[in-house]
């Protein structure tokens, strides 16, 4: 059973107009979250971050917002950009002052076309 | 800092050889963590050392497969007797807050 969940295998979005990836989930004690982006052949780079405590973080072109009452979360680029295109995966961390280990939804692809 | 690195980058193996792969983090991380990812999936979490001590062990972590980190810093992981199943990317990462973990670029294990 995903506990982490992308529904959209794949997203395709004109460049300089808004990409939304969106991830639900169904654990209640998950209490981070985060966003990676990962490129062919690479491993995944870590790109954003939110906290339970929050609803939305923002960093440059990148920002993740967190429902808490939906568990779903979405993190939102603009303007997107053609190195946007890669695979973005969303994350979650089981407990508080865990070690941490992530669970992975299974990925959205993004493609951002000039 | 030169993050996360991983040796070697490609493997290729029969059935029933024993493979190892080395992970060196980033310098001041005292966190490590293996993860496997197969292709369509998101990586999917292996094991967990904090310093030399392994905490924490997945399910997906048979008796075949064995993770050390003698002195804290870097870690192996040895698959011993590989099986086709085991074909996957083998992934690193390192932290020192526990959540936001740093990967490096993988080791692409085919067995064949």
């Known amino acids: 059973d995903q506990q982490v969940k992308q529904n959209s295998p794949s997203l395709s979005v004109q460049e300089g107009r808004i990409s939304i990836l969106n991830c639900d989930y169904t654990n209640s004690m998950f209490d981070y979250f985060l966003w990676y982006k990962k490129y062919p052949a690479e491993g995944p780079t870590f790109l954003i971050s939110i906290s339970s405590i929050k609803d939305k973080n923002e960093d440059g072109r990148f920002t993740v917002f967190l429902n808490k009452s939906a568990k779903h979360l979405s993190l939102h680029i603009v303007p997107s950009q053609p190195g946007d295109s890669a695979v973005y995966f969303c994350?979650?961390?089981?407990?508080?002052?865990?070690?941490?280990?992530?669970?992975f939804g299974k990925g959205t692809k993004l493609s951002v076309k000039p | 800092d030169t993050g996360v690195s991983q040796d070697p980058r490609h493997k290729i193996t029969k059935r029933g050889q024993n493979v190892t792969f080395r992970c060196d983090p980033i310098s001041e991380h005292n966190r490590l963590y293996w993860y496997r990812q197969t292709l369509g999936q998101g990586p999917e979490f292996l094991t967990y050392f904090q310093n030399e001590a392994q905490l924490e062990k997945s399910r997906l972590l048979s008796d075949r497969f064995s993770a050390e980190r003698p002195k804290g810093s870097f870690s192996t992981l040895e698959i011993q007797r590989t099986e086709q199943g085991d074909s996957a990317m083998y992934l690193c990462?390192?932290?020192?807050?526990?959540?936001?973990?740093?990967f490096g670029p993988g080791t692409r294990l085919t067995v064949t």
């Open positions: 994350a979650a961390s089981p407990r508080r002052g865990s070690q941490g280990n992530l669970i």
């Open positions: 990462a390192s932290s020192s807050t526990g959540h936001e973990q740093y």
